[in-house]
């Protein structure tokens, strides 16, 4: 018997115990040490969208552990391997248990310059900010070009896509609701302004002023309209969440007055090779320390609690699940 956290047919999720012929066949066996919540797990946790569409789950998009038995000839005993998206915590158990079995298209093993703990904290938001970065780069947005604007700033793929961007030499803008208290926080991670989100919140005008030469955004909605209207000439947008909504009040001026691109970051069916360059990036270009302090670490029976805060919006950074805890 190990602990899961489970959501069954009419019942909330719950920690519970189950046993090994709970989980699914699937050709990889992996003892679990660190899962993280995302906005989609504290939806699943909460029971809210869409996200569980097979019952009962293991929710949990992030998995990071170590291979017990492998059917594939990509995996051995003792590897020590990281899955993001990929279905699991919605259609295939994920990564709050102690131990999965899950099919090896998805999963990589774990750079050796990035700890378990690290990748979880990285998790799917790291992974969708730095595929968003990689998007910046191959459409020749460069830091010559100015400043690079990230919606949904304090949250987890915000506050990576910063420490990316920055890194990269990028002149970094960061949108955020709450200016007074994530400030500096933000600067910290290398954010050159800090501005309120609610100058793009609202519907605007098709073509405004000229700002960005590319933007990531988590917002969607009004939020990335205004974005869009605001992008300079043959910018790029990269989209990757829908915190305000899914709708896109937009017209299509700003893609045949100034050639602006849309595009984005789908981190759930990234290929197998995105997926090596993504974390190959990563491990070679996010800061430790810098993800360290955005970084919160509780215990298993503790994700709950944290599904509300993500959902109230109150979460900043990452938050990693030890699962032994």
Known sequence: MFRAIVVAEDLPAA??????DSLPDAEVSIDVLFSSINYKDGLALRGKGSIVRTLPLVPGIDLVGTVTASKSPRFTPGDRVVLNGDGIGETRFGGLAERAKVRPDALLLLPRAITPERAAAIGTAGFAAMIAVLALGDAEVSPSDGPVLVTGAAGGVGSIA???????????????????????????????DVIDRAEFSEPGKPLQTQRFAGAIDSVGSATLANVLAQTKYKGTVVACGLAQGSD??????PFILRAVTLTGANSVNAPIE???RAWAALAEELDGVLLDSMTTTVGLAEVFGVADRILAGTVRGRTVVDVRR
Do not use: K, N
């Open 162 to 192: 910063i420490a990316l961007l920055a890194a990269r030499g990028y002149t970094v803008t960061a949108s955020t609701g709450r200016l007074e208290e994530h400030g500096a926080y933000l600067r910290t991670l290398g954010a050159s």
């Open 248 to 253: 896109l009040p937009v017209t299509v001026l």
């Open 15 to 20: 920690l519970t115990e189950i046993d090994d």
């Open 274 to 276: 995105l997926r090596e």
